[in-house]
Structure formats: C-alpha cells, structure tokens
C-alpha cells in the first residue's frame, strides 16, 4: 500500500505552480512513497540516549562583539549623492 497517492502529489504540485504530467506524478509517488518508507524505518531506532541536535557539526559565532564608534554624518554620506531632499537620497519612483 502507497502511504502517498498520485493525487496528493499532484495537489502539492499544484500549490507549488508546478507543471506535473500524469507520468511524472506516477513516477514522483513511488519515489516519495520510498523516501517516506525510509523515513518509517528511522522512527524504529532507539535514540532514547541520542541527544537533540539542530546541526551534524559543532557550530561557533565567529562575529566580534559590537562596538560603539562614529559614523558618517549626513552631509559626508549625502555629499556624492546624485540627488537628495531633506537628508536623504532620492530615488526614483518604482510604483506608480
């Protein structure tokens, strides 16, 4: 028995604005039905001692920690602009 069926394949196609043919769906079920048979034979295992993670490796923040220093002024940042008004740079119009 397939634990996915050609029409919920077609059905998440179609949310995704997928173009599937009867052909790919059929070929789609039967992969998906083995990826989920797999994922089935995971839920066996014991991990009663595995502990949660998120990633396979140890991960580290490598970012410095912020520091507080002076900035541009607005009339530095301003001074190469092609055009501004009131301190801020002007641009043009993308919605009408």
Request: charge should be negative.
């Amino acid at each position: 028995m397939s634990r996915i069926s050609k029409d919920q394949v077609k059905h998440v196609a179609h949310l995704a604005r997928l173009a599937v043919t009867d052909e790919e769906a059929e070929l789609l079920t039967e992969q998906l039905d083995k990826i989920i048979g797999f994922a089935e034979e995971l839920n066996e295992l014991d991990t009663d001692n595995v502990e949660p993670t998120t990633h396979v490796l140890e991960l580290k923040n490598i970012l410095r920690e912020d520091e507080v220093r002076n900035s541009v002024s607005v009339d530095e940042a301003m001074k190469n602009a092609p055009a501004q008004k009131d301190g801020q740079f002007k641009v043009p119009n993308i919605l009408e």
